[in-house]
């Protein structure tokens, strides 16, 4: 728009020199010639008219361009804030999930250690009763080692569920400072 704008303001310029009662006839000769090379013509009254009335309808353009991008500006701010807003959501029931998914797993990780102590106990106890018989030994060092792998895998999840958590409560502490500038 900007440059149809500043083509007809060329073609004004030139034909306010071409009337120009103070130019000299080479100087008309040579503005005329480029009116009728952009296929005006110089001498008729109504074609300056249709000019002046160009000039004012892209004038006009360009103002409504102008207030539609302000309009679109606005609404992308209040996209984008909708947009976070939703990010923030979808993230935290996904922290949320997450949290009880390994809470979950925390629990089978507690449960398994559990039988595991008691099945190490029962080998143990076989063992015992059949003077340190080596299967059974052997077997409750088996489980006894299983044991303490789970052990490892619950001080692990311990540690993703405080990570998670601390997370969530970054997150939600961002939130609110952002709620609050607003």
């Known amino acids: ?106 629990g089978h990780i507690r449960e398994n250690r559990k039988k595991l102590s008691r099945i190490a106990y029962n080998c143990q106890k076989a063992a015992d009763r059949r003077i340190y018989n080596k299967e059974y030994l052997a077997k409750a060092e088996h489980f006894r080692s299983l044991w303490y792998q789970k052990l490892q895998e619950e001080n692990e999840m311990k540690a993703r569920i405080r990570e998670a958590k601390a997370a969530r409560k970054e997150q939600e502490k961002t939130y609110k400072a952002r709620e609050r500038e607003r």
């Not at 303001?9 to 480029?34: I, K, T, V």
């Not at 807003?85 to 999930?97: H, K, S, V």
Request: charged share 40%; glycine share 2%.
């Open 1 to 106: 728009m900007q440059t149809e704008k500043e083509k007809l303001n060329r073609l004004a310029e030139r034909w306010d020199s071409y009337q120009d009662p103070e130019a000299s006839d080479q100087e008309r000769f040579r503005h005329g010639s480029y009116l009728r090379w952009c296929g005006c013509d110089p001498d008729a009254p109504e074609e300056r008219g249709e000019l002046q009335w160009e000039r004012e309808v892209v004038n006009l353009q360009i103002q409504e361009a102008a207030s539609l991008r302000e309009a679109l500006v606005e609404s992308a701010d209040q996209w984008k804030d909708q947009a976070q807003d939703a990010r923030f959501r979808y993230q935290r029931e996904w922290n949320l999930t997450r949290e009880e998914q390994l809470r979950n797993q925390l």
